[in-house]
């Protein structure tokens, strides 16, 4: 390779390390501001802001789900299987909302400790089958969970 | 050039904009009918015949369009950042006049991306956009693309024009694998991938099939819609060259 174009190389080769090593670095320090949600275990530790507008992700607790007869207020547990929060939300549900399943919510704690939410995302993982498929896993109760590690990063 | 063995000869021969006008000449037909036969069957198989999730129903299938057309822009993007450099760097045209013709598609195959993901995730997650890590870095992406076609736009001259936007996209690299691991290294509401090259799939194969075919036909379609813009690039630039007086002339 001849001089000229070994520096033009080695200088195409710096911006991009140089750039990739600037971005990394500031990707580090703001590490914790690009999660879109807290999970039940940052919440219980006190890492979330108090009295400002948060998401709180987890998995919906089996059995926790408790609806009004009246309105369409909600009550339910989300967890990431070490810490749990209890949350409330007055609205439409989205389609893929059930027990077991992975919710990110939006909203603040209150002075009690519960999550007033006033929008509830589902958040699904990547495993896809047919329902028979479905249906025969959780017969044999080999249903792929989503690991804690989802709501913990 | 020293003509080393290990690469074919043809593959110099690419670098002359006269030789890359007939290899891609030649290529066009062969990818154009592969391009319409993969995404004929992929679409017919995976809307009509691959089995519904066992929790989305029908509205998963849109991912047949959603996940090729994601990992495309990213190819798209690489691609253009290294024809970008190569054409810094040995000063070769046709690299220069690929990454020019890279970005629009790109930028096209970015919306559709994040169009899908948004008629998608109303259905699913309940929203159209949420700004997380994954959906952020991909409109990021977008923007790298339509900061490159300015670049090219606001400049007359071809060279200074083809520099300052390989910089450009040279530094939007980066972007690349953050769009990649920001399921990994961040809560993102976007699920992780399901589809990679070095990990089994967490779907079943009836699943698989019908997105692997959809994938190789988009890239067909890429390699399509590159060449058709390449080869136009190339006459356009290579104008008053005889060649090209000759071809058309000939016509």
Known sequence: MNPKRKKRLILVLFLVFGVGVAVSLALYALNQNINLF?????MAKGEAPENTRIRAGGMVVEGSVVRDQQSLHVQFDITDYAESVTVEYTGILPDLFREGQGIVAQGSMDASGVFQAVEVLAKHDENYMPPEVAYALEKAGKMPVTPKEAFNK | MAVSKWIPRWFY????????????GKLLPVFLVAAALLLLVGLVWALAFAPPDYQQGNSFRIMYIHVPSAILAQSCYMLMAVAGAVGLIWKIKVADMVAFACAPIGASIAVMALATGAIWGKPTWGSWWVWDARLTSMLILLFLYLGVMALYAAMDNETMAAKAASVLSLVGLVNIPIIKYSVEWWNTLHQPATFSLTEKPSMPIEMWLPLLVMV????????????????????????RSGWVRELITSR
Request: aromatic share 18%; charged share 20%; hydrophobic share 40%.
């Open chain 1, 38 to 42: 807290y999970s039940p275990q940052q």
């Open chain 2, 216 to 239: 190789l036909g988009f890239y067909c379609f890429f390699a399509v819609s590159l060449m058709l813009r390449l080869r136009n690039e190339i006459i356009r630039r290579e104008r």
């Open chain 2, 13 to 24: 021969q690419l670098a002359s904009p006269r030789w890359c006008y007939d290899i891609t």
